[in-house]
């Protein structure tokens, strides 16, 4: 899991301040643990929590602990969610094979080819910019703990999707506005779950080299819109845990349909896969797993 609460950024757009703070995520890591019915002490699953906040999490069996800090393979500090702090996870994550989770709750872009940077005032406050190259090209990127760019494509390299296992599923979990551009272009996710009667229609994915491996990702939003705030959880991860704990919850089209008509036109959440999502729909396929 990774979150990054932005504390104290603002931006500046057409001369008007605008409030970075995401104080959402301060909630969203009980919601999606309850999705996958997290236990602590657990040892046929390893949890890699990589944030720039503490959280204690209650589980089913009411013990109530803090989450353990992910920390850096290489030297032991704690992992915030940075390009170093995320990349770094996520290979050691990647070792020894299993499915993966990966969920995101960071502020998602789609701006001109350029930089991002940060500047701090005296008083903490941190200013956030943008900073086009000129080119007449846009770009989509998560934006990191240091105010700098990530794109799909580094993103994707540094997970076990291209470790050479084969036989797992990755998931995807991308809660943040723009979020179906992260990956758009980057590799190819032909089946898009939509309606309950799904009928697996598709188009061939593009360009990429085939993998044996599932990939499935779930996106708040499309291309220019923004993701939402409800019951002070990140709008996805809050209907996605409804929508996995309906009784009469199923497959892929019956999750992102349930989410759709919540969300009511605000926001548009996606889920889409390399291969066909068949049967019930799970967050993570086998016990032997990682978030």
């Known amino acids: 899991m990774v979150f990054s609460r932005y504390r104290r950024w603002k931006t500046t757009v057409d001369e008007k301040v605008h409030n970075l703070e995401l104080k959402s995520v301060l909630n969203d890591p009980g919601v999606l643990l309850d999705c996958i019915d997290y236990v602590h002490d657990d040892t046929s699953r390893r949890l890699y929590f990589v ?39 996520f290979e050691e994550a990647s070792k020894n094979g299993g499915s993966v989770l990966v969920h995101c709750g960071m502020h998602g ?27 007449a090209s846009e770009e989509a990127f998560m934006v990191d703990a240091n105010g700098e760019r990530i794109y ?18 990755l998931t995807l979990s991308l809660d943040m506005c723009n979020a179906a551009a992260f990956l758009d272009g980057v590799v190819g996710l032909p089946y898009q779950y939509g309606e309950p009667d799904f009928a697996a229609d598709h ?19 499309k291309r220019g819109e923004f993701a939402g705030e409800f019951g002070r959880c990140g709008a996805m991860t809050y209907f996605l845990k409804a929508a996995l704990r309906r009784p009469q919850q199923g497959t892929a089209a019956n999750v992102i349909q349930y989410m759709r008509e919540k969300c009511k036109g605000r926001q548009t959440p996606q889920i889409a896969s390399r291969y066909p999502s068949t049967g019930r729909f799970r967050l993570l396929p086998d016990i032997r797993s990682r978030l």
């Open 203 to 221: 188009s061939e994915p593009v360009g990429a080299s085939r993998s044996n491996n599932q990939l499935v990702v779930i996106s708040a939003s």
């Open 51 to 89: 944030a720039d906040f503490d959280f204690s999490y209650t589980d089913r069996k009411q013990v109530t602990k803090l989450l353990p800090r992910a920390t850096l393979p290489a030297t032991g500090e704690i992992a915030l969610p940075t390009r170093e702090g995320m990349f770094g996870v």
């Open 109 to 135: 872009m789609c701006e001109p080819s350029g930089r991002s940077v940060i500047t701090e005032d005296d008083d903490g406050t941190i200013h956030f910019m943008n900073i086009p190259d000129g080119s």
């Open 152 to 169: 799909g494509e580094e993103f994707l390299r540094h997970l076990s999707d291209s470790s050479g296992r084969t036989g797992m599923t």
